[in-house]
């Protein structure tokens, strides 16, 4: 029976990427743990508008970006799945996709990822380590200028979290941790992820680079039912040839957000505000982002 509902959900997963134009993981700020809700689906949109340049375009009197993603975790394995700690198999999915709109417009559909995570989960705490990849969908297009700035802009508007999503020519070998603490009144917890990044470049040649992310968030719960926190985090690119523009370049962000857990929905508003070069301070001439998001846990 469990091995017929994780076939079930898996196939539910593919047919929902191959619906779905557009699509991507976000930076995590944590869920509220329920018993017997293991799979989890949403979708964002990111926001982006400002006139007059910013630092990726500077010399554009006007500039607009949105980023739509969907994500999903989908438990395939939990070894005592009605008792409190058990062994868990997590399949994560995600799609990013980024518009611009300003002198030149672009939209471009990024890479699907999938990976798989295992771990242990508490009815208090969450323990997982797995690795994944993507699909290089985004080789399908032939980029000049406009879309340069729209792959940048859609990293940017998510602090640079996961770029391998929203960059052209690459495979990535994506490494994961992540770790959630919960108790009455409040939730922490830490990720981290090493991304070993190959080229695919169209005219050969390239260099192999790495890609180290890591994040912590807080928040407290007045009632189990919201959540109010923020999350800081931390993205490290040698070389990386599009979003940091082929310089060694480290991003910090900073995201406060509000999200609202009704079972078996939950929605979320945050803010992604860039602190510092590639990217600017986010108020300044730099970027950042309105997050929206939405979904459901089975």
Known sequence: ?????????????????????????????????????????????????????????????????????????????????????????????????????????????????????LGWRAPRWRLRFGAGTTAPLSNAFEDGGADRRAWQLGQALHGAWDPWLLEPEVQPLVLRGDFELHGRYFQVGFDASLGVVFPLRRAGGGDTEYVFQTGAFGAATPIPELALGGRFQLVFASDWRVGFGGDDEAQLALIPFVRVQLEPAFFELALVMNLDDPYGFAFDDGVYAVLLKAGGRF
Not at 62 to 69: I, M
């Open 1 to 117: 029976m469990a091995t017929r509902s994780a076939l079930l959900w898996l196939v539910t997963s593919i047919a929902v990427l191959a619906s779905s134009g557009t699509a991507g993981a976000q930076p995590w700020t944590g869920e509220r743990w329920v018993r017997g809700r293991a799979h989890r689906v949403g979708g964002s949109a990111a926001f982006f508008g400002r006139e007059g340049g910013n630092l990726i375009d500077p010399g554009n009197g006007e500039q607009w970006a949105f980023s739509p993603s969907f994500e999903g975790r989908f438990r395939l394995v939990d070894e005592n799945a009605f008792h409190r700690d058990a062994f868990i198999l997590d399949l994560d999915v995600a799609w990013r996709s980024v518009g611009a709109w300003g002198d030149a417009d672009s939209f471009r559909v990024g890479n699907p990822y999938v990976g798989l995570r």
